[in-house]
């Protein structure tokens, strides 16, 4: 059955033969050099008698092209077939960038494995496994680890040869699952293996370029994580790789220009900023708590059964916020007995605090106020808060005063 030659001779773009059987907008050619989707690659995209291939596919053994039109082509008719040329040349670049990328990783991390591949229009995608997460340092590592084996201009090549002996190769990555494609052009027990010298060995089907110095620039661009233990590294090549790198470089300049920092001095004077801004926040949380604090020992006072109570409203603070400040109010030698606050915070909450528990019981101070207006609450006798209480603050402070 014809298989694709693609893989063994990527370089051709052009070609004719015949038609071995005609289908519905399906064409089976006798002898073909598209590549068929496998092992994370796609399709190549072309024209068989000038109409365009869609897709082409392994099946059973032999490559369908499917075709976007009708046509009138039969068994034994000569077709003269085009592979598009830029596509197949970016399928090249990447599909090689990854074993380069993957070479990289094999320089990091010990306990590497292979999880899957894909090649999309605009980025590529490798899956790897490791024990430790990959961590922005060892992104930047990857990247810079690449790019050097494509400067370095190493040769790429590929043969067939036993499973067996393929298997026994030195750190060969070998996946039957995410390549199958590398089992396809020979015999079941024979393996398709391609090398990058001196730098990763893989079994492969896909296509590929013959040095690393074709593959032009790698952009890292992210990663995530897929599954358990699995890290997910997405790059570019080509156009798309030039055009990341140089927003980064552009990103990087302004934010130079911003800081007045040469781009080398960034992380330093992010770090300054972030201390600076978390010095400025502790200032401001600190200025709300005495604020807060001040508001609360002005709150006007009334008397419940010979004890005093300082009841009122509160704004900008939340139960959580009035906490501290309560409870110091009602244990300061001249302060309440009972100290509480009605807010809003998202909804109109409560808090109450008591030194002294005989005076009043903070717990059912709130208990009795949600059985007034609804929500709920909770606490002990020396503070308790409710929340989503069915009233505005000034009612809930009103109904306190008022000897709830």
Not at 34 to 54: K, L, M, N
Not at 297 to 310: F, K, S, Y
Request: aromatic share 4%.
């Amino acid at each position: 059955m014809p298989v694709s030659r693609a893989p063994e001779e990527p370089e051709v773009r052009e070609f004719e033969t015949t038609v071995e059987r005609a289908g519905d907008r399906a064409v089976v050619l006798a002898e073909t050099y598209f590549y068929a989707e496998s092992g994370g690659q796609p399709a190549d995209r072309g024209t068989i008698d000038g109409v365009e291939v869609t897709d082409v596919q392994e099946v059973d053994g032999e490559v369908v092209h499917h075709l976007a039109a009708d046509h009138d082509l039969a068994t034994g008719d000569a077709v003269a077939c085009v592979v598009d040329d830029a596509f197949r040349t970016y399928c090249m670049r990447a599909h090689t960038a990854s074993h380069v990328l993957y070479g990289a990783a094999r320089r990091l991390f010990d306990d590497l494995g292979y999880a899957g591949f894909d090649i999309g229009t605009e980025k590529v995608r490798v899956d790897l496994t490791t024990r430790d997460p990959i961590d922005d340092a060892a992104l930047v590592e990857l990247e810079r680890l690449a790019n050097r084996a494509v400067w370095d201009s190493l040769p790429v090549t590929w043969e067939a040869m036993p499973a067996a002996e393929a298997r026994a190769l030195d750190d060969i990555a070998f996946n039957d699952r995410t390549e199958e494609g590398a089992m396809s052009e020979a015999a079941a027990d024979a393996v398709r293996v391609v090398t990058v010298e001196g730098w990763d060995t893989a079994a492969c089907g896909g296509t590929h370029v013959r040095n690393t110095a074709e593959i032009g620039e790698i952009t890292v661009l992210d990663r995530s994580n897929p599954g358990e233990d699995a890290t997910r590294i997405e790059f570019a090549v080509g156009p798309v790789a030039v055009d990341e790198a140089a927003e980064v470089h552009a990103a990087a300049r302004e934010a130079s220009r911003t800081l007045d920092a040469s781009v080398a001095e960034l992380p330093a004077a992010a770090e300054r900023l972030r201390e600076e801004r978390d010095d400025l926040a502790a200032e401001v949380r600190e200025l709300r708590s005495e604020l807060l604090g001040a508001r609360l020992r002005d709150l006007p006072t009334v008397e419940r059964e010979g004890a005093a109570w300082a009841v009122g409203t509160v704004a900008n603070g939340g139960p959580n916020d009035v906490r501290e400040p309560l409870s110091e109010l009602v244990a300061a030698e001249d302060g309440p007995a009972v100290a509480a606050v009605a807010g809003e915070d998202g909804s109109t909450f409560l808090a109450v605090a008591t030194a002294d528990p005989d005076a009043a019981d903070a717990g059912e101070v709130v208990a009795a106020v949600t059985d007034e207006f609804g929500g709920g609450g909770g606490g002990g006798p020396t503070f308790a808060q409710g929340g989503g209480l069915d009233a505005d603050p000034e009612t809930v402070a009103a109904f306190l005063r008022d000897g709830a």
